[in-house]
């Protein structure tokens, strides 16, 4: 696989495999025989290539937040640590629904039109005044969240969905529910795809989502990384360090267990524009 890097956007160009040029023999008529069991596994294992192939061939773009926006195709935002691990628990919880936002003033002025919405996310990593949760995923394990629309903004996730809302299919994900997302690209199999790795900001910041990209990335061309590996690119990054105890308000070490916590779900996070909001479900 070969990549074009042009400032902090990356397209990586179709690549061919032996698989997607293989050709059956013809037929010669009469009854066709039952394939062996050999036979059948081969043809599974030819079908499943067959699929990644098609996905090698499509255009994979990786972007940053300052080149979000221009994908009209599909989009997968990535933010590992910590709004998709967040909104992930939070659909674990039975969440209904899950209102994205950019700005914490649209949060509070959303509580108003619905009052019975819970807000939800940081601001810098802090807690915002006003709000009913912040962006921690271990605060909603054990919680019961049924049938409850939650409204939620962060400094990095949900302005990568924000920017993307113009897109035809706008998934999000975090590394736990990682392969779930890559499995859901291979069924829908668009004709493009553009990463919005969100955390990406300069001095090595974002190492995270750019792992997480790797490996959906590896799952979509049928060349697998190893999920261990992934977990250890993580948990040595900048954004990781600060869940090392230090901050333990702001910044809870529970919290790297879980956005660490890779395929642990396998449900897929998909937003849509409903009647000018963007609205994430579990699909």
Known sequence: MTARVVG???DVGAVRCDCCVSRMAPGRGGPRPQPSPVVSAQAALRSSRA???QMEEMKIHRVDLTKAGNEIDTVVVIDVIRAFTTTAFAFDANAKEIILVSEADEALALKAVYPRALLMGERKGSFIPGF????SPSALVGKDLSGRVLIHRTSAG?????????AKNIYVTGLCNARATAMRLLQDSPGSI???ETGINGDAWGEEDVACGDYIHSLLINKPMDPDQIVERVSATKSAMLFSGEQPTTFPPDDADLFLDIDRFHFVMKAKKTNGLLVLRKV
Do not use: E, K, Y
């Open 8 to 10: 902090l956007a990356r």
């Open 51 to 53: 699929v990644a192939c």
């Open 132 to 135: 009913d949760l912040g962006n």
């Open 158 to 166: 949900t302005q990568g969905a924000a920017a993307s809302a113009a």
């Open 194 to 196: 553009t990463f919005v």
